[in-house]
């Protein structure tokens, strides 16, 4: 995550008691024209991905698992992630996400736990054209902390630029991407009079799956970290279910094993 469903009362209300019939799931399901299954390159009717994180020796044999993290996110019948659980290798809970979203499938809200506490957020406006506005980022507390005006939208419904604002409305940074269908190839992060902080771009092969990422970060010490991906298995509806992460020199810093459960017809 990857890694931006619920009708307020007012809507629910307003459909009672007007006069037009109520709409049946599949006329509403036609107005989602988004989904996470589509840019995060899944296949088939995923209900949730379970990703857990291993060890391994620098030739890429998978030894324990990581006792950081074990992830779960859990998609609707449209294909979009609804809520997200963080728990270490014996099951305790680190952090949850509940999501919100737009009915034409955009993301447009987060609510964060971390250890059973509130931890913060995140709104986004969706305007009458179905596309991305301002968003505002919150504290635990509730307080606006940031927010984002977002610039363009891309064809999959995936920010293409945004500029950033502390709460009294100082500008304070910009990023913007540029996109080969619902794959992000290249991110660049400029600070507030336009100077560079960070570039990043990606390499994919044929099936759609990240194989490279380049990272640099630019201060007084220019740094960029190359990291590259292989896939050692598949499930029956093609998607992968263990990759391994190599450093530039052809080491292997660790392996991610996910269980897939789907839907049934």
Same mark, same amino acid.
């Given at each position: 995550?990857?890694?931006?469903?619920?009708?307020?009362?007012?809507?629910?209300?307003?459909a009672?008691?007007?006069?037009?019939?109520?709409e049946?799931? !599949?006329?509403?399901?036609?107005?989602?024209?988004?989904?996470?299954?589509?840019?995060?390159?899944?296949? +088939?009717?995923? !209900?949730?991905?379970?990703?857990?994180?291993y060890?391994?020796?620098?030739?890429?044999?998978v030894?324990?698992?990581?006792?950081?993290?074990?992830?779960?996110?859990?998609?609707? !019948?449209?294909?979009?992630?609804?809520?997200?659980?963080?728990?270490d290798?014996?099951?305790n809970?680190?952090?949850?996400?509940?999501?919100?979203?737009?009915?034409?499938?955009?993301?447009?809200?987060? %609510?964060?736990?971390?250890?059973?506490?509130?931890?913060?957020?995140?709104?986004?406006?969706?305007?009458?054209?179905?596309?991305? +506005?301002?968003?505002?980022?919150?504290?635990?507390?509730?307080?606006m902390?940031?927010y984002?005006?977002?610039?363009?939208?891309?064809?999959?419904?995936?920010?293409?630029?945004?500029?950033?604002?502390?709460?009294?409305?100082?500008?304070?940074?910009?990023?913007?991407?540029?996109?080969?269908?619902?794959?992000?190839?290249?991110?660049?992060?400029?600070?507030?009079?336009?100077?560079? %902080?960070?570039k990043?771009?990606?390499?994919?092969?044929?099936?759609?799956?990240?194989?490279?990422?380049?990272?640099?970060?630019?201060?007084?010490?220019?740094?960029?970290?190359?990291?590259?991906?292989?896939?050692?298995?598949?499930? !029956?509806? +093609?998607?992968w279910?263990?990759?391994?992460?190599?450093?530039?020199k052809?080491?292997?810093?660790?392996?991610?094993?996910?269980?897939?459960?789907?839907?049934?017809?």
């Amino acid at each position: 995550m990857k890694k931006f469903l619920i009708l307020s009362a007012g809507i629910i209300l307003f459909a009672c008691n007007s006069n037009k019939p109520a709409e049946t799931t !599949e006329e509403a399901e036609k107005k989602v024209k988004y989904s996470d299954l589509v840019t995060e390159n899944l296949k +088939g009717n995923v !209900e949730s991905l379970t990703e857990s994180s291993y060890k391994v020796d620098s030739t890429g044999k998978v030894g324990d698992m990581d006792s950081c993290c074990v992830d779960v996110v859990v998609y609707d !019948e449209n294909g979009n992630a609804t809520s997200y659980v963080s728990k270490d290798s014996k099951g305790n809970i680190k952090t949850e996400s509940a999501f919100t979203r737009h009915e034409n499938g955009l993301w447009t809200g987060s %609510k964060e736990t971390k250890d059973g506490k509130p931890s913060g957020g995140m709104q986004v406006e969706v305007d009458s054209a179905g596309k991305y +506005g301002v968003a505002k980022a919150f504290d635990s507390t509730g307080k606006m902390t940031v927010y984002y005006q977002t610039l363009g939208m891309s064809d999959f419904g995936q920010v293409q630029a945004w500029k950033e604002y502390d709460k009294d409305s100082v500008y304070r940074q910009e990023w913007e991407a540029v996109y080969d269908k619902q794959m992000m190839m290249s991110s660049v992060t400029k600070d507030s009079v336009g100077n560079v %902080k960070n570039k990043w771009s990606a390499k994919y092969n044929d099936k759609g799956e990240l194989i490279e990422t380049s990272s640099t970060r630019i201060k007084k010490d220019t740094t960029t970290t190359v990291k590259k991906y292989t896939y050692e298995t598949h499930d !029956e509806t +093609g998607n992968w279910t263990q990759r391994t992460e190599w450093d530039d020199k052809g080491k292997a810093l660790k392996a991610v094993r996910r269980t897939i459960a789907y839907r049934k017809s």
